[in-house]
């Protein structure tokens, strides 16, 4: 999170000074950096899921359960990673609408809908993929925004 508000502080900073570049190049190595840390992370829990969720329970259903749901949703940590940060570059650029809108959509919209019927199709694990396709959504959506650049001129 401190990697996330400091880029929406050089953001602030840099598009006060008129250098759009350099906010675009910060955003995309704070997200570099925050993507290859969700992803050395997620690997590992991956990996490790069986020994991480043991640490909390020893109950063989419940670790059965926190094993599933870490790796569904860990395949969408690198996504949330890039969204972490986005959403502080738009702070930074005084555009808390689209965070907000962003979220209302993700969350509100995908999220909640989707688990509302996956458990049916999909069981427990059907949570899990509704939380991993609004962390998908949620990063591809604010990249789109990011690029698309409107954030330069709010």
């Known amino acids: 999170l401190d990697l996330a508000i400091a880029s929406g502080i050089i953001t602030a900073n840099n598009l006060g000074a008129g250098a759009i570049q350099r906010v675009k190049r910060n ?59 986005l959403k502080w570059v738009f702070v930074g650029a005084r555009d808390t609408k689209t965070p907000f809108f962003v979220s209302l959509i993700t969350l509100a919209g995908i999220q909640i809908t989707l688990t509302i019927f996956l458990p049916k199709l999909l069981g427990l694990n059907g949570i899990w993929y509704a939380i991993l396709a609004a962390t998908l959504v949620q990063g591809l959506i604010s990249g789109f925004l990011f690029h698309r650049g409107k954030w330069k001129t709010d």
């Open 27 to 85: 955003a995309r190595r704070a997200m570099g950096y925050n993507v290859g840390i969700m992803l050395v992370f997620g690997i590992v829990f991956f990996s490790l899921a069986n020994q991480v969720v043991g640490i909390f329970d020893k109950n063989p259903e419940v670790i059965s359960t926190g094993i599933d749901y870490l790796r569904i949703t860990i395949l969408g940590w690198p996504l949330l990673a890039g969204w972490t940060i």
